[in-house]
Structure formats: C-alpha cells, structure tokens
C-alpha cells in the first residue's frame, strides 16, 4: 500500500467532510477513497471516523492519526525536488495488469519498444482474466476491453476492439449455410464467458437489411440498427485464446478480435462469417488510480499504447 497516498487522502476527507469531496478535490474515484481509508484504519489498527448518511467525524483514534498524517505529509514536501528533466524519464518498475490474450497480442511489442527506449525502466505484467484490486495488487495500469466500464474508475481510453465471428472450414463444411446473425441459433457457438447462454449484438446496414428479407422472409428489416442474438453451445471459457483454439480445432464459431483472428483468416484456416454485417466492437482501456501525480511511465506507456492501436486500424 502507497502509506503516503493514504495518508493524503485520509486528511483530505477531514478537511472536505465527505469522502465524495475528496474525491473530487483528489480528481480519484469514490471506490479508491473508501479503498485507501480502509487500509489506512487497517494499517492503524483502529476506526478512524464516526461515519453517517449527512456527516462524518473522527474518532479518539482517527484524532491521533490525522495528526501524524499531517506531519507525514510536511516531512515529505521537504524532500528536495528533482529536476524535471530528470522526473520526464520513465524510470522503474511499472506494474500492468490484462488479459493473457492482451499480454501475448498487444502487449508484448509495447514492452519491449518501452524497454529499448527506456534503460532505467523495468515491466512486471499480471496476466489474469478477473478485475483486479489496483491498491491491493499494487498494480499501476489495468487493460480492460469493455463496453461497461464502471463510471467511478479513473480511466483513457487507449483505442478499439474490432471482432469478426469466423469458424474452420472443418467445422462448416457438413454444416447449413450462416447468412443472417438469426442462423447463429441454429449453430454451436464457442463464447467468451463465465457461464449461460450469451447475446452478440450486430449493426445492420440497409443492403444487408434488405438481402436478408429476400433470404429470410420471416425477419424484421433492422435497417442500420443494432440487434441482439442469443447464442449458445458446449463450451466456453474466460479467456479469448482457449476460444480461439477450441475454433481452429473446429469445435464451432465464436465471435473474435479481429487482432487475433487475422492471421488465421489471412492462411485459411478460419473463414469469416457474416461479412454483411458488424459485430459489435468494445473499447480498449487503460485504469489507474490518479490523474494527479501521474508517473511518467505510467504517462509514457499509455501513450505508447494508444499510439499502437491507432497503427493497428
């Protein structure tokens, strides 16, 4: 735990009586104050404030401890700064949390651009599908592809994630034809997911709007809309890549990252489906604790992130 930080916030939140103040006098997202104030009592050993719906106040403990928070805070704003030459220079470990997907595709080229350029810098990635604690993780950047992403996280967003549903060649060959998103129903649908059935969503243009009333009388015309298929099959899994694997060996179809499936639509080995019609794509963010203070390798790998998706359009 950064001790420093929760020292700070914990004085911020006396000094603006609410924790949703000092969240935003700390431009931190309300889940990262509760989060820091939590360790602060835990490092305390003691509850430090009195807490209402309309009021807080501190306890004999929280008394105490604010007042070595504030002489913390002085013995800190006395160390001498340092050039900012120097302080632009990304240096030291940067913690990064994603998906193994995002760690072997995306990730892996950054990181060693980043190390060429920055001697003095070093990179420790914590490969995990699941969202991870920040503070307790000491995890300085998360990767999230997400079109959900809670409001309260400190977030940029760092580019776009297209898809493609594809499956072998294998896989169609004894199979009906997938013309419409609705013939999906009809197929084994191999999906990133925890467990149940999944929905893909589809934008719909006016040509394949109408070639799919010729096709499939019974259908709405969805012209320029986005709609939703329920699929469902025998296997899923929380990582893209044991997807993707299990839709090479011709298990079924599965919605993609075009990142991962290209090179496999490039040799044949996967056909793409429904080329008509757009898969929904999701954002690509990174999360952070802080806007203020924000350490040039964190600044700096951001930047070199969002710089990678951009030449990947």
């Known amino acids: 735990m950064d001790r420093l930080e929760a020292a700070k916030v914990f004085v911020t939140i006396v000094e603006r009586g609410s924790m949703i103040s000092a969240a935003n006098a700390l431009d931190m997202s309300r889940s990262m104050v509760t989060r820091y104030l939590s360790e602060m009592e835990e490092w305390s050993g003691a509850r430090l404030l009195h807490r209402s719906t309309r009021s807080l106040s501190l306890t004999p403990a929280g008394e105490q401890v604010l007042d070595y928070c504030h002489r913390l805070l002085e013995l800190a704003n006395e160390v001498p700064a340092v050039s900012h030459a120097a302080v632009a220079i990304p240096r030291g470990l940067l913690r990064i949390s994603c998906s193994q997907f995002l760690a072997h595709q995306i990730l892996a080229p950054v990181v060693r651009q980043y190390l060429a350029s920055y001697p003095q810098a070093s990179v420790n990635i914590h490969v995990s599908s699941q969202t991870v604690d920040l503070v307790a993780e000491r995890i300085d950047l ?17 580019g776009e994630c297209e898809s493609v549903v594809c499956a072998a060649p294998s896989y169609l060959a004894a199979r009906a034809a997938v013309l419409h998103p609705e013939d999906l129903t009809q197929h084994n649908c191999l999906t990133y997911s925890y467990f149940g059935d999944v929905m893909w969503r589809f934008y719909q243009s006016d040509v394949a709007a109408k070639q799919a009333l010729v096709q499939h009388s019974d259908l ?10 329920p699929v469902n099959g025998n296997f899923s899994a929380n990582d893209s890549m044991v997807v993707l694997n299990a839709t090479l060996a011709g298990e079924g179809i599965a919605m993609q990252p075009l990142w991962a499936a290209k090179s496999y639509l490039d040799s044949g080995q996967l056909v793409p489906l429904l080329t008509e019609f757009k898969p929904q794509s999701l954002g690509v963010y990174g999360v952070y604790q802080s806007r203020k203070h924000m350490q040039p390798a964190l600044r700096v790998m951001m930047d070199m992130l969002v710089a990678y998706f951009a030449s990947l359009k």
């Open 220 to 229: 709405k015309l969805n012209q320029g809309k986005a709609f939703n298929v």
């Open 142 to 158: 998360a990767i999230r592809i997400t079109n959900e992403l809670d409001p309260n996280l400190i977030a940029r967003r760092l």
